[in-house]
């Protein structure tokens, strides 16, 4: 247990390099959402990031990269996934590739897999931090295990301060939905996780690109398990109409529904990239005791849509516990 989390502005970068390097954690701002990051080549610092997210399982993580030079040392790049990274990094996108032979990243990272997350963050602390640490950092969302993804420091202290070092400061995120997950690691490009670069964009580079597994199917990236993403108060979607108590997220051109307790808007001209953009913020603040529950209005299913629907279906499932 860590007393007290400090919270540290960009100045503080050669700090947070230099605490990272002993194998502590420190939380960083990227354009999806806010990482809890350490040292991706040090096993007792991957340990920690699951133990103060309180994850049940060894989920495999992401690992963040300040380039393409630093990814090739990781991972085994093949003609598509150089042509991928070297189109949408750095930004929202995460490549699952087989482990180059002598990868230094903890097999705990992986969680025992062959095949490893790298992406290149499209924020400049996070990047500063990269080469200031010169180690790849595992970085899941600095959330506790199973909650709401945090995209300002105030939210990241709010889920683990006491739990780690330090939260370096960069704003509120603007992409707001985490990296889409792409594995390139068999013969069929496919998407495992929807997030902020849409499948449409990627099938322009690829040609077609097959979609994660229907939930029969195995979950292929452990995030895709049912109840994730959660707020505390129960979830309705595709709402048209209100229920007693409830607050509602509303979208749209049109206006929203009557007789809501409260209402937020993840974007009033229905832009699907402002909405993902508000999406945890705007769950994080209807998450209150006087909220009976939660109703979000229909959320279109293309582009980041795919991406934002596919949060709220999760965050509106039954509940494991
Ligand atoms: O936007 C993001 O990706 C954020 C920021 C901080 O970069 N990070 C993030 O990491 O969301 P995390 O650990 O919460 O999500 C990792 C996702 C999970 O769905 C996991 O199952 C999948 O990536 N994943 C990681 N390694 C994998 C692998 N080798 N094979 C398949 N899926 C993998
Ligand atoms: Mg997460």
Not at 207 to 212: D, R
Not at 244 to 262: M, V
Not at 275 to 291: M, S
């Amino acid at each position: 247990m860590i007393p007290v989390t400090a919270l540290w502005s960009a100045d503080r970068i050669e700090d947070a390099a230099k605490v990272l390097r002993s194998g502590e954690l420190v939380a960083f701002p990227t354009e999806t959402v806010y990482g809890l990051g350490g040292d991706a080549t040090n096993d007792l610092a991957v340990a920690r990031i699951f133990e103060a997210k309180g994850r049940p399982r060894f989920n495999p993580l992401i690992t963040h990269v300040p380039d393409l030079t630093a990814a090739r040392d990781l991972a085994v790049f093949d003609a598509r996934a150089e042509r991928v990274a070297r189109e949408f990094w750095p930004g929202p996108l995460s490549l699952v590739l087989p482990r180059a032979p002598n990868s230094p990243v903890s097999l705990l990272a992986s969680a025992g897999l062959d095949t490893l997350a790298i992406r290149m963050p499209a924020h400049p602390l996070a990047l500063a931090l990269l080469r200031a640490t010169g180690r790849p950092l595992a970085a899941p969302s600095a959330n506790r295990s199973g909650r709401l993804s945090p995209t300002s420091a105030g939210d990241v202290m709010a889920e683990l301060g006491g739990r780690i070092a330090a939260v370096l400061d960069g704003g509120r995120s603007a992409v707001g939905i985490e990296s889409t997950v792409l594995d390139l690691s068999g013969a069929e490009p496919r998407v495992l996780r929807p997030g902020g670069v849409a499948t449409e964009a990627l099938e322009k580079l690829l040609g077609h690109v097959a979609a994660a597994g229907a939930p029969s199917e195995a979950p292929r990236s452990p995030g895709m398990l049912a109840s994730h993403y959660a707020p505390e108060r129960p979830l309705r979607l595709e709402a048209r109409d209100a229920r007693p108590g409830e607050a509602l997220l509303a979208f749209g051109l049109g206006p929203a529904p009557k007789g809501f307790r409260e209402v937020r808007w993840l974007s009033r001209s229905g832009d699907l990239m402002e909405a993902a953009a508000n999406l945890f913020a705007a769950l994080r603040a209807l998450d209150r005791p006087e909220v009976a529950g939660i109703a979000v209005m229909p959320i279109p299913e293309r582009g980041l849509g795919v991406a934002i629907n596919d949060r709220l279906r999760r965050a509106a499932a039954p509940r494991l516990s």
